[in-house]
């Protein structure tokens, strides 16, 4: 083995490296073919002219290797997106539907207002958009990293209606834990302090001591958790928010199922905040509960009179008592 | 494997694909042998380097255009086995149509050419 054999070795070696820019299934099939012809053709260059011009051929292999490398590169990448294409849509598919079912479950999820218990700020028909991780629990870690905030008051909250959790309401959250609530003449007050709330209406047609006098004695409509609230966290005349619950009212105040009927709101039953309001159509409350026919007839014919054009994309506020 | 594709689609060659074609015409040939003897039809003009005219063989394979027949040593070389490369039907008609179109271009080049320096 002479100096020549040793040199074109170490130029070959190198070679065989750079085959490692072509396509694994290019390199397999011509990599020991390839490797054969540069080193054939090193040996007979510099047999006839010298070392310098084997070295020139080793070069002006490079700009071979540059062209050919890509070359093979996108007909390798175009093979396998054509063997692919079939069932690529159906993988496409099915990586949409489930960032759909984890946007939809986790992230946000969109509800329907079908009463006017909001009313002033949300109306019967606004389709409304909630966002999921706004209260729910960060976890150790999410708390520092992520922008969470936990439930104040003054915020409006979707949350599971405790008697049937199959319904979502959305109300405005006045009182957390420990918090003395109670009512005069209409007005709350929390923790003896008279609160004066800007986004309340309003429009009774006549009094009713239960509900502007609040707590009072069980009506007939007071439902069974809401019974248990008044019997087991009244005192002196104030309910008490016990732990892991909240109080909710509705901001037309004087026409509002809410936490003066039926009770607190558990704090797990809360499934987020009402971020924004993506359409708003203007028909009864009987459409917006159960699905059926005549609502997406009317739809249909009066999309555009009935929209309400001036609610889209507007963002219900949460607003701090004064 | 994709689809071969018709003759017709396949014309014009490129030149090195015409040039491996004619240094199979007459002889099997391994890679370094077809890469000698173009440089010598093209007196040296045409130097395959190895990427290319691998890619080309494989582009021919697939067209049918070439065929491996076997391999063995070349005596002239070492004793080290080498891939040899065979011209199928279809390559001969193909290497035949383009030559003709070859002529007919230098043909016209010749006349519009010969008129033109008069």
Not at chain 1, 40 to 58: K, M
Not at chain 1, 102 to 107: E, H, N, P
Not at chain 1, 181 to 195: A, D, K, P, Q, S
Not at chain 1, 248 to 270: E, I, T
């Amino acid at each position: 083995m002479n100096s020549d054999s040793l040199w074109i070795g170490g130029l070959c070696r190198l070679y065989g490296l750079l085959l490692y820019a072509y396509p694994a299934g290019f390199r397999r099939e011509y990599g020991r073919p390839m490797q054969q012809l540069f080193r054939d053709r090193c040996r007979d260059v510099s047999r006839g002219s010298g070392r310098a011009s084997a070295l020139w051929f080793a070069l002006s292999t490079i700009s071979d290797w540059v062209r050919t490398a890509v070359r093979e590169r996108a007909s390798a990448a175009q093979a396998a997106a054509e063997k692919r294409a079939p069932r690529s849509s159906a993988t496409e598919w099915a990586g949409t539907i489930l960032i759909y079912l984890f946007a939809t479950t986790t992230l946000v999820q969109a509800y329907v207002v079908p009463t006017g218990s909001m009313e002033g700020n949300l109306l019967i028909g606004d389709h409304i958009l909630v966002d999921r991780l706004a209260y729910s629990d960060p976890g150790p870690l999410g708390r520092r990293i992520l922008p969470y905030r936990d439930i104040q008051r003054g915020d409006i909250a979707a949350f599971l209606y405790p008697e049937d959790v199959r319904t979502t309401y959305v109300k405005r959250i006045i009182g957390l834990p420990g918090d003395r609530i109670h009512f005069e003449n209409g007005t709350v007050f929390r923790n003896g302090r008279r609160l004066a709330e800007p986004y309340t209406q309003h429009i009774a047609s006549f009094p009713d001591a239960y509900r502007d006098n609040f707590p009072r004695p069980p009506e007939p409509f007071t439902t069974p958790r809401g019974r248990d609230m008044l019997e087991h966290h009244v005192c002196d005349g104030e309910v008490i928010v016990p732990p892991g619950m909240l109080f909710a009212l509705g901001d037309n105040r004087d026409n509002s199922a809410d936490s003066r009927y039926w009770g607190f709101v558990p704090r797990s039953y809360v499934v987020g905040k009402p971020v924004l309001v993506y359409w708003s159509y203007d028909a009864p409350t009987a459409d917006f509960e159960s699905w059926n026919l005549r609502h997406v007839v009317d739809v249909a014919q009066h999309f555009f009179t009935r929209t309400r054009w001036n609610r889209m994309l507007s963002v219900p506020r949460s607003q701090e008592a004064q | 494997m994709p689809k071969a594709p018709s003759s017709n689609e396949l014309l014009p060659l490129t030149p090195p694909v015409f040039h491996i074609l004619l240094a199979l015409a007459h002889e099997d040939r391994h890679g370094y042998g077809i890469m000698q003897d173009v440089a010598q039809q093209t007196e040296g003009s045409l130097q395959l380097g190895p990427g290319t005219l691998y890619g080309c063989l494989k582009r021919m394979l697939a067209a049918g255009m070439v065929e491996e027949c076997d391999e063995r040593p070349d005596p002239s070389l070492d004793d080290e086995r080498r891939r040899y490369y065979r011209m199928t039907p279809l390559g001969k008609k193909l290497v035949r149509a383009e030559a003709q179109r070859l002529a007919g271009a230098v043909t016209v080049a010749m006349t519009r050419l010969a008129g033109e320096s008069a």
